[in-house]
């Protein structure tokens, strides 16, 4: 059973350009949640899907946006990047029954914006 | 707002000794609690939850304590091992939904 793939491992962008970050979920999970993760810090909530839509935000500009297909992979959008914006990116999936359910992580997108 | 910390950074434990790792929330609307620990180039693994109806909930050498009066967690491990060295986060959540605000870290470093 794979567990949550994320997709590319690395990446490495300019000022100004967009990015696009992927995400399949664990078998059987239909909720995925995106963090933001600094060197040295915690994750930080961005979003989340459920449904095919945004169920909830954390704060974050609108540079960031997503989406959820119909298998439930997810992608992650960054436009007009920032300097500040190089992190590890993490794709968390969580079946949307039952409450708090616990989250399995991806291994995560190491973004590296020069 | 929301916010959750640790005490202490760095915890430097013997191999067989026990390691405690403490955390302060300040939501006291939070009722659900979870520690997760990331080892290098890896996303962060869930350990343990506790919910806020509890004080205290046991795994297998791992003990999550919640103290609500003084908005504390605690991470118990017993018999560290050096498979146990990783960052270890924990963290909480409120209501229905699945955002979960996670503290800073602490690293956990095991002394073979």
């Known amino acids: 059973d794979a567990g949550v793939t994320q997709s590319p491992t690395h990446l490495i962008k300019t000022r100004g350009q967009q990015v696009t970050l992927r995400c399949s979920p664990k078998?059987?999970?239909?909720?995925v949640s995106w963090y933001q993760q600094a060197l040295g810090q915690g994750p930080q909530f961005i979003f989340q899907?459920?449904?095919?839509?945004?169920?909830q935000r954390g704060n974050f500009p609108d540079r960031f946006s997503g989406h959820q297909f119909p298998n439930y992979s997810s992608e992650l959008n960054v436009n007009a990047l920032l300097l500040g914006d190089s992190a590890l990116y993490l794709c968390?999936?969580?079946?949307?029954?039952?409450?708090?359910?616990?989250?399995?992580f991806g291994s995560g997108t190491q973004l590296s914006v020069l | 707002g929301e916010s959750v910390g640790l005490h202490l950074p760095t915890l430097s434990v013997q191999e067989g000794d026990n390691s405690i790792i403490n955390c302060a929330y300040s939501n006291s609307a939070s009722d659900y609690f979870i520690w997760y620990k990331q080892e290098s180039g890896k996303g962060p693994q869930f350990i343990i939850d506790?919910?806020?109806?509890?004080d205290k909930r046991q795994g297998q050498r791992v003990t999550v304590l919640l103290n609500k009066t003084v908005k504390h967690l605690s991470l118990q491990i017993a018999a560290t091992q050096p498979g146990d060295s990783a960052v270890y986060f924990c963290?909480?959540?409120?209501?229905?939904?699945?955002?979960?605000?996670f503290g800073t870290g602490t690293k956990l470093q095991v002394i073979p």
């Open positions: 968390a999936s969580s079946p949307a029954t039952g409450i708090n359910e616990k989250l399995f």
């Open positions: 963290a909480e959540a409120t209501g229905g939904y699945q955002k979960v605000t």
């Open positions: 506790i919910r806020s109806n509890m």
């Open positions: 078998s059987g999970h239909d909720t």
């Open positions: 899907y459920y449904e095919e839509e945004e169920r």
